[in-house]
């Protein structure tokens, strides 16, 4: 059975701290490796990673896919309490579907 | 810019009670997808589509019944309400490429079933 496992479940940090996050996948016919982040509504999307060893960057975020050892990780520096939020990562599966891990909570604090 | 809307965002139902959660995309995608999510939990995929007129079930299936007659257009059915029912619910919509999926998620449907 296809499956995405997220560690940690929670995290609290403080502002300023940088914080890695994991996803690890066990997937037939992986196709790409998606990071989201969910607030208080819909999950908004981060980065799609299909090649290992390519790091995408955006701002503060960034994250990088080991195809080899199948996880992938999500970066932050500096964080602030606007990244407090459930962060979630998925397989975007050759069977029309994307699995869920079930997130990460990200608690930062003042 | 609509993107995805669902509607109603809040709904109080009783145990028994049937309702249609509507979903509508305007970016001519054509996968669509309905997941519910458990307070804690990830998401869990309950119906999806590739195509007007092709549904699938995903991992949640039961007690729930979609239908999929235009591209527009992805409403999901409860029929006779149950506790277990109780979740918020996403409707999203995708676009495939050769190296994978984005997805598009509406807000969210907050259902309450008592």
């Known amino acids: 059975e296809d499956k995405v496992v997220q560690s940690p479940l929670s995290l609290v940090v403080h502002e300023g701290d940088t914080v890695t996050l994991n996803c690890s996948y066990e997937?037939?016919?992986?196709?790409?490796l998606l990071w989201y982040k969910q607030e208080k509504k819909a999950p908004t999307f981060l980065f799609m990673l299909?090649?290992?060893?390519i790091e995408k960057k955006s701002g503060r975020l960034s994250s990088i896919l080991d195809k080899k050892e199948l996880f992938s990780i999500l970066n932050i520096t500096a964080t602030q309490t606007g990244d407090s939020a459930v962060y979630l990562c998925?397989?975007?599966?050759?069977?029309?579907?994307?699995?869920f891990g079930t997130g990460t909570l990200l608690a930062v604090q003042p | 810019n609509a993107g995805v809307t669902q509607t109603p965002k809040f709904r109080i139902l009783k145990i028994g009670q049937s309702m249609t959660l509507q979903c509508t995309q305007d970016m001519n995608h054509n996968y669509m997808y309905w997941y519910r999510q458990d307070p804690g939990m990830g998401l869990k995929l309950i119906y999806y589509?590739?195509?007007?007129?092709?549904?699938d079930k995903g991992e949640v299936p039961n007690g729930y019944n979609v239908s999929r007659s235009t591209t527009e257009d992805f409403p999901l059915r409860l029929e006779l309400a149950a506790p277990s029912q109780t979740s918020v619910y996403f409707c999203a919509s995708s676009y495939w490429t050769e190296s994978g999926n984005t997805i598009y998620f509406g807000e969210g449907s907050w259902l309450t079933v008592v």
């Open positions: 998925a397989e975007g599966g050759a069977t029309n579907k994307l699995i």
């Open positions: 589509s590739v195509g007007a007129g092709i549904t």
């Open positions: 299909t090649s290992s060893g």
């Open positions: 997937v037939t016919n992986f196709r790409s």
